[in-house]
């Protein structure tokens, strides 16, 4: 990173200070209780134990970071994936916004250690990157993915730790022409925690990605997924999954911005919000005057499980020419009377019917995913987040 580019987004922090309500983008979310927080910086690796999270058996490569400083003793990095210095200068801050964006500026001004990956073919695996924080202190960790013309590769992200913390992390990821990138981010943050996390996808011609971004910890979450279709012929799948309980509040602010024509983009979230949660869904989709032929669908489906839950969708389109195919909506409701009688009627018990009810409706995301070990993952947090009314028993691979 140049020392012009540090201080630019430093000097932009300073103008922008840190965001509040009365902003439009962040009308939803306060980061008061971080802002007011006296927080510590690590000066070198500090022990943690991984063990919950790590998927180092089946993943080709591993790169851990404790308090955003690389823990080289707990990782295993692969040759193949090294980047290049020059690969880093021309694509580092060029596409993730901190000039109009604080806590990108914040991360960039302060940013630590991070993976920096370059991967000029494809990749029979998947690459796993964990990010793992303490109590007490606050880490900007920085990520850089390259995917070469033509390669394919499949990028794990778990956030996770112990205690209060708060992690702000910038990723961009960018993927060239007829590239093909299976993304996956895991924020599985202890119930203490605070996550602020920005990632900026840029597509070339005819790249296709799909990213899916699932919440199952933190106090105060905030996901920004930001995508530029700046290739003719590109496509992206965004997909979410937010399963809250106690007075956790997850904000996820998505923009895809249509810039070429013939792009395609699908993006479908959906919350499971218990007790007195709060789940956010703002997103918008952009179609640039000479976008034709665009199409794009925008879901937001959320299922509450008390009168004291809270979900707030909001899904925007911004259609600047007439040659698209695009619609949006959203759902808000509790489990469905009917399916709980239809359960009822042959024999299943209530707390037996309510647990297969929320299993499938959150299933359409989990059994998606293409990476084993992340399905895996997922379904054994939520199991243990939503013990009420997840089943116990473990579901067979389909």
Request: with cysteine; charged share 20%.
């Amino acid at each position: 990173m140049t020392t012009t580019v540090v201080e630019q987004a430093s000097q932009r922090f300073g103008q922008l200070g840190w965001p509040t309500p009365r902003l439009e983008d962040w009308k939803y979310t306060n980061l008061a209780p971080v802002a007011s927080r006296e927080w510590r910086v690590a000066p070198a690796i500090l022990p943690a134990d991984i063990s919950a999270v790590t998927l180092r058996d089946r993943a080709v490569a591993e790169y851990v970071y404790v308090n955003g400083v690389y823990a080289p003793e707990l990782s295993t990095p692969n040759p193949l994936f090294v980047m290049a210095p020059s690969t880093r200068e021309q694509h580092y801050a060029r596409y993730a916004d901190y000039a109009n964006h604080p806590m990108t500026a914040m991360n960039t001004a302060n940013a630590q250690d991070g993976a920096f990956l370059q991967i000029d073919a494809s990749v029979n695996g998947f690459i796993h990157v964990i990010h793992y924080s303490t109590d007490g202190y606050a880490s900007n960790p920085r990520n850089l993915f390259v995917i070469a013309r033509g390669a394919q590769a499949a990028i794990v992200e778990t956030y996770a730790g112990t205690g209060t913390y708060f992690t702000n992390a910038v990723t961009e990821l960018v993927a060239g022409e007829g590239a093909v990138v299976d993304h996956y981010k895991l924020e599985c943050e202890s119930i203490e925690a605070f996550h602020v996390a920005t990632m900026q996808i840029h597509q070339e011609r005819a790249a296709a990605v799909t990213t899916r971004a699932i919440s199952l910890g933190g106090a105060i979450v905030r996901n920004e997924l930001n995508v530029a279709l700046t290739g003719e012929g590109a496509s992206v799948v965004l997909e979410g999954l937010y399963v809250l309980t106690g007075r956790q509040h997850v904000d996820n602010h998505t923009v895809v911005d249509h810039a070429r024509p013939h792009c395609e983009s699908l993006e479908l979230y959906k919350g499971i919000l218990d007790e007195s949660a709060r789940g956010i869904f703002d997103g918008k989709i952009i179609v640039r005057p000479g976008a034709q032929k665009t199409v794009s669908r925008q879901t937001n489906n959320n299922l509450l499980l008390s009168e004291t839950a809270i979900a707030d969708s909001k899904p925007t389109l911004e259609i600047f020419n007439d040659d698209v195919k695009c619609n949006h909506g959203s759902t808000i409701g509790q489990l469905d009377e009917e399916a709980m009688f239809y359960l009822r009627s042959r024999g299943v018990g209530e707390a037996e019917a309510r647990s297969m009810l929320v299993y499938a409706f959150a299933s359409e995301i989990v059994d998606r995913m293409k990476v084993e070990a992340v399905r895996e993952q997922v379904r054994r947090i939520m199991f243990r987040s939503l013990p009420n009314h997840l089943p116990e028993r473990r579901e067979k691979e389909r």
